[in-house]
């Protein structure tokens, strides 16, 4: 409840699955304005007519209705939150000056390109998910595959499909990800250990120390 009332979001975009958890939400929203709902299967609409501001409400696609957005540098851009280990959770503005910085140094800093394909299986809630994967793969215009609900296996089965360029991940789910492989066969393995040296160029692991490598990616690059 606190994102919708803190954020003074003016439009919610959502698949059909989570309406009805939405409209609680909404339902129960102190607001006086509460955000348009838009589920993207009743309203036939597709990226590109979003990106252009069809079919939204006009003050939303105007962006100057509800919350009066402010898109200069020192106007807020993504509201995040701590973990509340000290205290309740606190809403963390940044502006976007800020993002823009952090973007422009992260796909320099790791090269990001048009042709990269990021498997992304991190939290949307956290800075790593939102900021360091997906707005700077947004940014450099590269592709993002979504892995949804956590599945090592499957996990394992994308990154040796040899189409992904670019992944993150916590340890914790590096630890997984090796319990996956040592399930598989000898051949798999080292199916798995050249697809990765010929495709995966970057793999960057958050928080603390990693497991122990057990395969060295020839392009400077360590995993599992």
Known sequence: MHYLEDSRCQVIVSSAAYKNRLLEA???????????????EEAGLCAEELRKGDGLPDDAAAGSGGGGADSTAAGGCLLLYTSGTT??????????????????????????????????????????????????????????????????????????????????AVPTVYHKLLAAIKATS???????????????????????RNPKPKTRNSKASVLL
């Open 26 to 40: 909404l339902a129960a929203c102190a607001s006086a304005a509460p955000p348009a709902l838009i589920i993207l």
């Open 87 to 168: 205290s309740k959770p606190k809403g963390v503005l940044h502006t976007h000056a800020s993002v823009s910085a952090q973007v422009a140094s992260l796909t320099q800093a790791w090269h990001w390109r048009p042709d990269d394909v990021a498997l992304h299986c991190l939290p949307l809630h956290h800075i790593h998910g939102i900021v360091n994967i997906l707005y700077c793969a947004l940014a450099s215009r590269a592709c993002v595959v979504f892995a949804g609900k956590f599945d090592a296996a499957r996990v394992v089965e994308a990154l040796a499909s040899g189409s992904i360029t670019v992944f993150m």
């Open 186 to 208: 000898a051949a798999q393995q080292l199916d798995l250990k050249a697809c990765l040296k010929a495709h995966v160029r970057l793999m960057v692991k958050t928080l603390t």
